[in-house]
Nanobody
């Protein structure tokens, strides 16, 4: 059974930082692209960042480019999202996801991902 478990969310003031983690079990972590998405109240789930299984390529949504960094540690089967210079508009439930295919591609679409975590809440106060 594949499990993705996010952690690291919380309440932070604008301008602050948080580091999200996503631990993966039950499926070969190193063979799949990983992604982060977020969902604010009343909004659609949107793409945030993705990283190839090799870790050699990353891609970000324009709204987080330059502030967020995605990384992965295959020894720990974990993907991270370092979030700096947080803004109130970053407030959302953050999800990690694992891609459907083994291709070493960057994926920004929800349908490209097969497995999802339960989410971790990030709240940024002004």
């Amino acid at each position: 059974q594949v499990q993705l478990v996010e952690s690291g969310g919380g309440l932070v003031q604008a301008g602050g930082s948080l580091r999200l983690s996503c631990a993966v079990s039950g499926r070969t972590f190193s063979s799949y692209t990983m992604g982060w998405f977020r969902e604010a109240p009343g909004a659609e789930r949107e793409f945030v960042a993705t990283i190839t299984w090799s870790g050699g390529s990353t891609y970000y949504a324009g709204s987080v480019l330059g502030r967020f960094t995605i990384s992965r540690d295959s020894a720990r089967n974990t993907v991270y999202l370092q979030m700096n210079s947080l803004k109130p508009e970053d407030t959302a439930l953050y999800y990690c996801a694992q891609a459907r295919s083994r291709n070493n591609y960057l994926y920004a679409g929800r349908s490209d991902y097969r497995y999802w975590g339960q989410g971790t809440q990030v709240t940024v106060s002004s």
